[in-house]
T-cell receptor, first 117, second 115 residues
Framework: DSGVTQTPKHLITATGQRVTLRCSPR?????VYWYQQSLDQGLQFLIQ???????AKGNILERFSAQQFPDLHSELNLSSLELGDSALYFC????????????????FGPGTRLLVL | DQQVKQNSPSLSVQEGRISILNCDYT??????FLWYKKYPAEGPTFLIS?????DKNEDGRFTVFLNKSAKHLSLHIVPSQPGDSAVYFC??????????????FGQGTRLTINP
Protein backbone atom coordinates (compact mmCIF):
# COMPACT_ATOMS: atom_id res chain seq x y z
CA ASP A 1 0.00 0.00 0.00
CA SER A 2 1.60 3.23 -1.22
CA GLY A 3 -0.57 5.50 0.92
CA VAL A 4 -2.05 7.20 -2.15
CA THR A 5 -5.78 6.65 -2.54
CA GLN A 6 -7.89 7.05 -5.64
CA THR A 7 -11.64 6.93 -6.12
CA PRO A 8 -13.53 5.52 -7.81
CA LYS A 9 -11.75 2.31 -8.71
CA HIS A 10 -13.87 1.77 -11.81
CA LEU A 11 -15.99 4.14 -13.84
CA ILE A 12 -18.22 3.38 -16.82
CA THR A 13 -19.81 6.24 -18.68
CA ALA A 14 -21.01 7.30 -22.11
CA THR A 15 -19.45 9.50 -24.77
CA GLY A 16 -20.05 13.19 -24.25
CA GLN A 17 -20.28 12.86 -20.48
CA ARG A 18 -18.11 14.41 -17.78
CA VAL A 19 -16.44 12.61 -14.88
CA THR A 20 -14.30 13.54 -11.89
CA LEU A 21 -11.51 11.38 -10.56
CA ARG A 22 -10.27 11.96 -7.04
CA CYS A 23 -6.87 11.46 -5.47
CA SER A 24 -5.60 11.79 -1.90
CA PRO A 25 -1.79 11.95 -1.64
CA ARG A 26 0.35 10.30 1.02
CA UNK A 27 0.35 12.10 4.30
CA UNK A 28 2.90 14.91 4.11
CA UNK A 29 3.26 14.89 0.35
CA UNK A 30 2.73 18.26 -1.27
CA UNK A 31 3.04 17.31 -4.91
CA VAL A 32 0.43 15.44 -6.93
CA TYR A 33 0.81 14.07 -10.45
CA TRP A 34 -1.71 12.60 -12.88
CA TYR A 35 -0.86 9.97 -15.49
CA GLN A 36 -2.83 8.18 -18.17
CA GLN A 37 -2.17 4.64 -19.29
CA SER A 38 -4.03 3.58 -22.40
CA LEU A 39 -4.14 0.00 -23.66
CA ASP A 40 -0.63 -1.25 -24.50
CA GLN A 41 0.82 2.16 -23.77
CA GLY A 42 3.26 3.33 -21.18
CA LEU A 43 2.28 5.92 -18.61
CA GLN A 44 1.78 9.37 -20.06
CA PHE A 45 2.26 12.34 -17.78
CA LEU A 46 -0.72 14.69 -17.74
CA ILE A 47 -0.21 17.35 -15.10
CA GLN A 48 1.50 18.15 -11.79
CA UNK A 49 0.39 20.27 -8.84
CA UNK A 50 2.50 21.39 -5.93
CA UNK A 51 0.87 22.81 -2.83
CA UNK A 52 -2.18 23.93 -4.77
CA UNK A 53 -0.41 25.39 -7.76
CA UNK A 54 0.01 23.92 -11.21
CA UNK A 55 3.71 23.17 -11.81
CA ALA A 56 3.99 21.18 -15.02
CA LYS A 57 1.82 20.15 -17.89
CA GLY A 58 2.27 17.17 -20.16
CA ASN A 59 0.06 15.76 -22.87
CA ILE A 60 -3.18 16.87 -21.27
CA LEU A 61 -6.11 17.58 -23.55
CA GLU A 62 -8.02 20.84 -23.27
CA ARG A 63 -11.12 18.81 -22.37
CA PHE A 64 -9.27 17.71 -19.22
CA SER A 65 -8.55 19.85 -16.20
CA ALA A 66 -7.29 19.33 -12.70
CA GLN A 67 -6.95 21.13 -9.42
CA GLN A 68 -5.40 20.61 -6.02
CA PHE A 69 -7.35 21.74 -2.99
CA PRO A 70 -6.09 23.30 0.30
CA ASP A 71 -6.23 19.88 1.98
CA LEU A 72 -3.92 18.71 -0.85
CA HIS A 73 -6.28 16.23 -2.43
CA SER A 74 -6.62 16.56 -6.17
CA GLU A 75 -9.32 16.05 -8.75
CA LEU A 76 -8.99 15.34 -12.45
CA ASN A 77 -11.99 16.42 -14.51
CA LEU A 78 -12.57 14.82 -17.87
CA SER A 79 -15.30 16.30 -20.06
CA SER A 80 -16.87 15.67 -23.47
CA LEU A 81 -15.60 12.13 -23.14
CA GLU A 82 -14.64 10.15 -26.21
CA LEU A 83 -14.10 6.44 -26.71
CA GLY A 84 -10.36 7.04 -26.86
CA ASP A 85 -10.35 8.42 -23.31
CA SER A 86 -10.89 4.91 -21.98
CA ALA A 87 -7.78 4.22 -19.95
CA LEU A 88 -6.28 3.76 -16.53
CA TYR A 89 -5.72 7.05 -14.75
CA PHE A 90 -3.09 7.08 -12.04
CA CYS A 91 -2.36 9.65 -9.43
CA UNK A 92 1.05 9.84 -7.76
CA UNK A 93 2.45 11.97 -4.99
CA UNK A 94 5.84 13.01 -3.72
CA UNK A 95 7.15 15.10 -0.86
CA UNK A 96 8.47 17.80 -3.10
CA UNK A 97 9.21 18.27 -6.77
CA UNK A 98 12.90 18.62 -6.04
CA UNK A 99 15.28 19.04 -3.15
CA UNK A 100 17.36 15.98 -2.69
CA UNK A 101 17.36 12.29 -3.31
CA UNK A 102 14.26 10.54 -2.16
CA UNK A 103 12.14 13.63 -2.01
CA UNK A 104 11.33 13.38 -5.68
CA UNK A 105 10.28 9.75 -5.74
CA UNK A 106 6.69 9.47 -6.85
CA UNK A 107 4.38 6.98 -5.18
CA PHE A 108 1.40 5.78 -7.17
CA GLY A 109 -2.18 5.08 -6.25
CA PRO A 110 -4.07 2.00 -7.48
CA GLY A 111 -5.62 3.89 -10.39
CA THR A 112 -9.09 4.52 -11.74
CA ARG A 113 -10.15 2.44 -14.71
CA LEU A 114 -12.35 4.54 -17.00
CA LEU A 115 -14.43 2.93 -19.69
CA VAL A 116 -16.26 5.19 -22.15
CA LEU A 117 -19.00 3.46 -24.12
CA ASP B 1 9.07 11.05 -29.66
CA GLN B 2 9.93 8.21 -27.30
CA GLN B 3 12.59 9.64 -25.00
CA VAL B 4 12.73 6.54 -22.81
CA LYS B 5 12.73 3.17 -24.51
CA GLN B 6 12.46 -0.34 -23.22
CA ASN B 7 13.08 -2.38 -26.32
CA SER B 8 12.15 -5.75 -24.87
CA PRO B 9 8.40 -6.03 -24.33
CA SER B 10 8.87 -9.31 -22.48
CA LEU B 11 11.52 -11.39 -20.76
CA SER B 12 11.40 -14.91 -19.38
CA VAL B 13 13.91 -16.06 -16.75
CA GLN B 14 14.41 -19.21 -14.71
CA GLU B 15 13.86 -18.91 -10.95
CA GLY B 16 17.15 -18.34 -9.14
CA ARG B 17 18.88 -16.85 -12.19
CA ILE B 18 19.66 -13.22 -12.90
CA SER B 19 17.06 -11.01 -14.60
CA ILE B 20 18.42 -8.07 -16.57
CA LEU B 21 16.03 -5.41 -17.77
CA ASN B 22 17.31 -2.70 -20.07
CA CYS B 23 16.34 0.88 -20.74
CA ASP B 24 17.71 3.50 -23.14
CA TYR B 25 17.09 7.21 -23.14
CA THR B 26 17.77 10.02 -25.56
CA UNK B 27 17.60 13.18 -23.47
CA UNK B 28 20.98 14.01 -21.92
CA UNK B 29 19.24 16.43 -19.51
CA UNK B 30 17.65 13.59 -17.57
CA UNK B 31 19.29 13.51 -14.15
CA UNK B 32 17.33 11.00 -12.09
CA PHE B 33 16.12 7.56 -13.05
CA LEU B 34 13.67 5.20 -11.41
CA TRP B 35 12.39 1.68 -11.83
CA TYR B 36 8.82 0.78 -11.02
CA LYS B 37 7.18 -2.62 -10.81
CA LYS B 38 3.52 -3.08 -11.71
CA TYR B 39 1.21 -5.97 -10.99
CA PRO B 40 -2.10 -6.26 -12.86
CA ALA B 41 -4.89 -4.06 -11.47
CA GLU B 42 -2.45 -2.18 -9.21
CA GLY B 43 -0.56 1.07 -9.48
CA PRO B 44 3.19 1.10 -10.19
CA THR B 45 5.31 0.44 -7.12
CA PHE B 46 8.61 2.25 -6.70
CA LEU B 47 11.54 -0.17 -6.73
CA ILE B 48 14.85 1.62 -6.92
CA SER B 49 16.32 4.85 -8.25
CA UNK B 50 19.66 6.31 -9.25
CA UNK B 51 20.98 9.81 -9.62
CA UNK B 52 23.00 10.73 -12.68
CA UNK B 53 26.03 11.39 -10.48
CA UNK B 54 26.25 7.68 -9.69
CA ASP B 55 26.77 4.65 -11.88
CA LYS B 56 25.39 2.01 -9.54
CA ASN B 57 22.82 1.71 -6.79
CA GLU B 58 22.03 -1.45 -4.91
CA ASP B 59 19.12 -2.43 -2.71
CA GLY B 60 18.95 -6.06 -1.68
CA ARG B 61 18.38 -8.23 -4.72
CA PHE B 62 17.99 -5.20 -6.97
CA THR B 63 20.82 -3.25 -8.57
CA VAL B 64 20.51 -0.45 -11.08
CA PHE B 65 23.44 0.45 -13.34
CA LEU B 66 23.69 3.71 -15.23
CA ASN B 67 25.95 4.29 -18.23
CA LYS B 68 25.61 7.98 -19.01
CA SER B 69 27.84 7.96 -22.06
CA ALA B 70 25.70 5.26 -23.63
CA LYS B 71 22.47 6.74 -22.22
CA HIS B 72 21.60 3.32 -20.93
CA LEU B 73 20.46 1.89 -17.65
CA SER B 74 19.73 -1.60 -16.52
CA LEU B 75 18.04 -3.30 -13.61
CA HIS B 76 19.52 -6.53 -12.30
CA ILE B 77 17.51 -8.85 -10.09
CA VAL B 78 19.50 -11.59 -8.38
CA PRO B 79 18.28 -14.18 -7.61
CA SER B 80 14.98 -13.95 -9.48
CA GLN B 81 11.91 -15.14 -7.60
CA PRO B 82 8.40 -16.01 -8.82
CA GLY B 83 7.03 -12.92 -7.05
CA ASP B 84 9.18 -10.78 -9.32
CA SER B 85 6.89 -11.61 -12.25
CA ALA B 86 5.39 -8.24 -13.18
CA VAL B 87 5.72 -5.41 -15.67
CA TYR B 88 8.76 -3.22 -15.03
CA PHE B 89 8.81 0.41 -16.07
CA CYS B 90 11.89 2.54 -16.41
CA UNK B 91 11.34 6.27 -15.83
CA UNK B 92 13.49 9.36 -16.16
CA UNK B 93 13.05 12.77 -14.61
CA UNK B 94 13.11 15.84 -16.76
CA UNK B 95 11.74 19.35 -16.78
CA UNK B 96 12.84 20.38 -13.30
CA UNK B 97 12.72 24.08 -14.05
CA UNK B 98 10.83 26.01 -11.36
CA UNK B 99 10.27 22.90 -9.31
CA UNK B 100 8.26 21.13 -11.95
CA UNK B 101 8.92 17.46 -12.28
CA UNK B 102 7.75 15.21 -15.01
CA UNK B 103 8.58 11.54 -15.17
CA UNK B 104 8.94 10.11 -18.65
CA PHE B 105 8.18 6.41 -18.72
CA GLY B 106 9.26 3.63 -21.00
CA GLN B 107 6.73 1.22 -22.46
CA GLY B 108 7.48 -1.45 -19.89
CA THR B 109 8.94 -4.97 -19.95
CA ARG B 110 6.88 -7.92 -18.81
CA LEU B 111 9.11 -10.19 -16.71
CA THR B 112 8.07 -13.79 -16.15
CA ILE B 113 9.98 -15.94 -13.68
CA ASN B 114 9.60 -19.63 -14.41
CA PRO B 115 9.86 -22.18 -11.58
Amino acid sequence: DSGVTQTPKHLITATGQRVTLRCSPRSGDLSVYWYQQSLDQGLQFLIQYYNGEERAKGNILERFSAQQFPDLHSELNLSSLELGDSALYFCASSVAPSGGLGRETQYFGPGTRLLVL
Amino acid sequence: DQQVKQNSPSLSVQEGRISILNCDYTNSMFDYFLWYKKYPAEGPTFLISISSIKDKNEDGRFTVFLNKSAKHLSLHIVPSQPGDSAVYFCAARGDIIQGAQKLVFGQGTRLTINP
